[in-house]
């Protein structure tokens, strides 16, 4: 099934899920590294290259993900704790909000100086100029901090999950599991 039904998640959601999940690592390893990286190496501009045209393939995917979020049922929430429950929801929603914020401070970084992102030689996304004063400092800060906190987040995150699959035994982790 491609869709969510109430009991779990469909296909589309679930391969979503785990492909942000993986980019979301991936991302953060690689603009960890390569921020320090000096001018003489081979991957100074290689490794932000594929750092934004990457990021930019997950934007396209969150922005996907959300329409199709709104216009999908939501699985029903496992368990009998109203607070665990309100908590998850918040945590959900904080985790796009995160997604969102980094992925457009990124952007924001990249094209303060007017030029625009090439996406692997096929298109350029175009800059929409400077919006403020130090944008590239501005963007900068939010970008890593925003970054540091997901990962924090994403750590809870996974913490629930697995209390979910060992203490609690229920199926929130089996659900999101099931690939085909
Ligand atoms: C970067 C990594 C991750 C991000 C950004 C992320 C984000 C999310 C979001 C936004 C949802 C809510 C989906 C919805 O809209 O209904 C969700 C659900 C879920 N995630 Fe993750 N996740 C990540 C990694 C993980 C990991 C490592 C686990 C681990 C075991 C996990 C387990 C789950 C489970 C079980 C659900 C379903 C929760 C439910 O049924 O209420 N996630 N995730
Ligand atoms: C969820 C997606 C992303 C994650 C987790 C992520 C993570 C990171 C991290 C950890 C850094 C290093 C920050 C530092 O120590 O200063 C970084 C740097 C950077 N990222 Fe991302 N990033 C993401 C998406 C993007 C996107 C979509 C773009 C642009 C289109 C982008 C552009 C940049 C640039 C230009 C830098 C270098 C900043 C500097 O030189 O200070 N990132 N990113």
Redesign the pocket.
């Known amino acids: 099934m491609l869709k ?1 039904s109430i009991t779990k ?1 469909g296909l589309i ?1 679930t391969y979503i ?2 492909i ?6 991936s991302l953060f390893g690689v603009g960890f590294w390569m921020v320090d990286l000096n001018y003489y190496s081979e991957w100074n501009k290689t490794a932000p290259y594929y750092h934004k045209a990457f990021g930019l393939i997950l934007l396209f995917i969150t922005l996907f ?1 959300i329409g199709w ?1 709104v216009t999908n049922i ?2 029903k ?2 368990g009998e704790n109203k607070i665990e429950k309100n908590l ?1 929801k918040i ?3 904080t ?2 909000g ?2 969102l914020v980094i992925m457009c401070s990124g952007y924001l970084i990249s094209t303060a100086d007017g030029l625009g992102i090439d996406f692997f030689n096929i298109v350029t996304i175009p800059s929409v100029g400077r919006l403020f004063e130090h944008q590239e400092d501005i963007a900068g800060n939010v970008h890593e901090i925003a970054a540091y906190i ?2 924090a ?2 750590c809870l ?2 913490l ?3 209390k ?2 060992f203490i609690d035994k229920d199926d ?2 089996k ?3 099931k690939f085909k």
Not at 20 to 25: D, N, P, Y
């Open positions: 969510n998640y959601s899920h785990w942000t999940a993986v980019m979301v690592f993900r979020k939501a699985p929430e496992l998850a945590a959900h929603l985790l796009y995160l997604l997901l990962i987040m994403v995150h996974a629930a999950a697995l979910h699959h929130t982790v659900r999101i599991t």
